[in-house]
């Protein structure tokens, strides 16, 4: 399974900033997502990042908000705009391998607390 | 509509006793994919096992198995011999329509009790 390495790890940033989370993978791979996870809830998906292309937003996720960059096949960022304290979550990047089973594996994720 | 539901909110179990952990999903597809994941407090998501809808035995991954019903829709994860390390959030996912998306439950959490 694939490697894959987010920064930071933690941070406490104060509403109205912006952070931007990096996903760093050890493979090439095609299809990289972007999760939220509010604290006690299942994972969400904001984006499919894609490689060369805007990234493909869910229902109720905007790119003004989130916006997305996928430079090339091993590395992407999330940024998290305008924060508010709503924004406190898990950020998780995931890459779904390309064999028959397409397993999704994650990066160890992003804590994000905004004051 | 909920693509796959898990009714324990928490668990408890006995250190070294076997535990099952609940999932259901909905689909009309035939082909499919269901996994689980496990969170410790950390955060990380860590995949534990994977059941193919065409694959006709349960599968095993270690001291955890998937209790696959295709005909009721559940997948249910069992892990035998429980650790104090097995403590954590336990989620069930489905890949399916459309677009093979991912699609999990609201989780499970398990302490297990020395």
């Known amino acids: 399974s694939a490697v894959i390495s987010q920064k930071p790890s933690r941070d406490i940033c104060q509403r109205g900033t912006s952070l931007t989370i990096q996903c760093q993978v050890d493979s090439q791979v095609t299809m990289m997502f972007w999760y939220r996870q509010q604290p006690g809830q299942s994972l969400t998906l904001i984006a499919t990042?894609?490689?060369?292309?805007?990234?493909?937003?869910e229902s109720g996720f905007v790119i003004d908000k989130f916006p997305i960059s996928r430079p090339n096949l091993t590395f992407s960022t999330l940024t998290v705009s305008n924060m508010s304290p709503e924004d406190s979550s898990i950020y998780l990047c995931?890459?779904?391998?390309?064999?028959?089973?397409?397993?999704?594996?994650f990066g160890p994720g992003t804590r994000l607390l905004v004051l | 509509a909920q693509k796959i539901t898990q009714t324990q909110p928490g668990m408890f179990v006995q250190e070294k006793e076997a535990v099952t952990l609940d999932c259901t999903y909905d689909t009309s597809d035939q082909s499919y994919g269901l996994f689980w994941y496990k969170q410790p407090s950390s955060g990380e998501m860590i995949f534990l096992i994977y059941?193919?809808?065409?694959?006709?035995q349960n599968a095993t991954e270690g001291r955890y198995s998937l209790n696959f019903q295709k005909a009721r829709k559940s997948a249910n994860l069992v892990i035998s011999a429980s650790q104090l390390g097995d403590s954590a959030m336990y989620f069930c996912a489905m890949r399916g329509p459309p677009h093979n998306k991912f699609y999990f439950g609201s989780g499970t959490k398990l302490n297990v009790k020395p």
């Open positions: 059941q193919g809808s065409y694959d006709e």
């Open positions: 990042a894609n490689q060369g292309s805007e990234a493909t937003y």
């Open positions: 995931s890459v779904r391998d390309q064999g028959v089973r397409e397993t999704q594996y």
